[in-house]
C-alpha cells in the first residue's frame, strides 16, 4: 500500500542487481538504446546535462530513467565524463548518448564544457547517481519557459538504506523543504542544485560556471543567474528526484546527519532574511 513513507513504484525498476559493468549483457544496453533514439532529436530545444565521476553503475541507472521521459520538448542527452578513474566510460561508449571528457576535477568545469557544446535552448542539470520520474522535464520545462524565468530547481528525495529509514528521511525532507521556502525569498541560489536544475543556456553562457572544483558550483551559477530574470522552485512532489543517503551518509548515522542540518540552518537563520551582496562567485570562498 502506498503511503507518504514508501518509495514510488516506479522508482524499483531501476534497482539493478549488476555488480559490475562487466555483468551488463548487450541486449541491456539495446533496450535502453532503442527508447533513446526514439527520445532524443537532432535539433534539440532542451539539453539534459549530467556530468559524471566514477559512476560506472549509477549512470546506467540514471539514464535508463531518463530514456523512459514523457515528453513533446526535442531533447539531447550529454554526459561529461570528469576524469573518472572506473569505467564510466565503458559504459557511456555503450550508450546512444552524447559524452566527453573533462580533464579538469570539478562539477563545475564538466558542466561548463557540456554547457559550451549542448545544442539545446534550455539546459536542465542532472546528478550521474539519481534517478528522474517520467514527467521530469515536462514540470521543470512548464516553469523555466514561463517569460521573465532565468533558472528553475526542482526538489529530491533519498532512498532508505540500512540506519536511513524511508520515514525518517521523510521527515528531514519536509524540514529540507520548509527551509527552501525561507530561503527562497531572499536567497533562491541556495535551493539551487545540480540534481534538478534547469536555465536559460544563453544566460548560462553568459555567467558561467567556476572552474576549480569547489562545491555549491550550481548555486554560483544560480546566483549569477539571477540578474537575468526570476529563480522558480518546481514545488510539484511528482517531480521529485531520488537518489542514494551518500551525503548524509558523510555525517555519519541519520542523527547525526539530522544534527548537522538543523545547525546549519539555525547558525545561517537570519542571514536568508537579508539578500547576499554583489561578489565574484569565481573567486569567493564557501563559508
Not at 19 to 41: A, R
Not at 111 to 120: C, I, V
Amino acid at each position: 500500500m502506498k503511503t507518504l513513507f514508501s518509495v514510488p513504484k516506479w522508482v524499483n525498476q531501476y534497482e539493478f542487481a549488476f555488480k559490475s559493468v562487466n555483468d551488463v549483457p548487450p541486449s541491456f544496453y539495446q533496450g535502453i538504446n532503442t527508447k533513446l533514439s526514439k527520445l532524443q532529436s537532432p535539433k534539440p530545444v532542451v539539453t539534459i546535462l549530467i556530468a559524471a565521476w566514477n559512476e560506472e553503475l549509477n549512470i546506467l541507472r540514471n539514464i535508463s530513467s531518463l530514456a523512459n521521459m514523457v515528453t513533446a520538448y526535442p531533447l539531447e542527452i550529454i554526459v561529461v565524463n570528469n576524469n573518472s578513474t572506473d569505467r564510466t566510460q565503458q559504459t557511456l561508449d555503450n550508450l546512444n548518448i552524447t559524452s566527453y571528457f573533462q580533464e579538469i576535477q570539478g562539477c563545475g568545469p564538466a558542466r561548463q564544457m557540456g554547457m559550451e557544446r549542448a545544442n539545446g535552448e534550455y539546459i536542465l542539470l542532472a546528478d550521474a547517481d539519481c534517478v528522474y520520474p517520467a514527467n521530469w522535464v515536462n514540470d521543470m520545462m512548464e516553469k523555466l519557459t514561463i517569460p521573465g524565468t532565468a533558472c528553475v530547481y526542482g526538489r529530491y528525495s533519498f532512498l532508505p538504506e540500512p540506519g536511513f529509514s524511508r520515514w525518517k528521511l521523510f521527515l528531514l525532507e519536509k524540514m529540507k523543504d520548509l527551509a527552501a521556502e525561507l530561503r527562497q525569498v531572499k536567497r533562491p541560489y541556495l535551493n539551487a542544485f545540480g540534481i534538478s536544475m534547469g536555465y536559460v543556456k544563453a544566460f548560462g553562457l553568459e555567467a558561467g560556471y567556476v572552474m576549480h572544483n569547489i562545491r555549491g558550483e550550481d548555486g554560483r551559477l544560480c546566483f549569477d543567474l539571477m540578474k537575468f530574470g526570476k529563480i522558480v522552485p518546481v514545488r510539484t512532489n511528482r517531480a521529485r528526484a531520488w537518489t542514494a543517503p551518500r551525503t548524509l551518509q558523510r555525517d555519519g548515522d541519520f542523527a547525526a546527519a539530522l544534527l548537522s542540518r538543523i545547525k546549519i540552518q539555525f547558525s545561517n537563520l537570519t542571514s536568508l532574511l537579508r539578500a547576499h551582496p554583489a561578489h565574484d562567485t569565481k573567486t569567493s570562498k564557501n563559508e
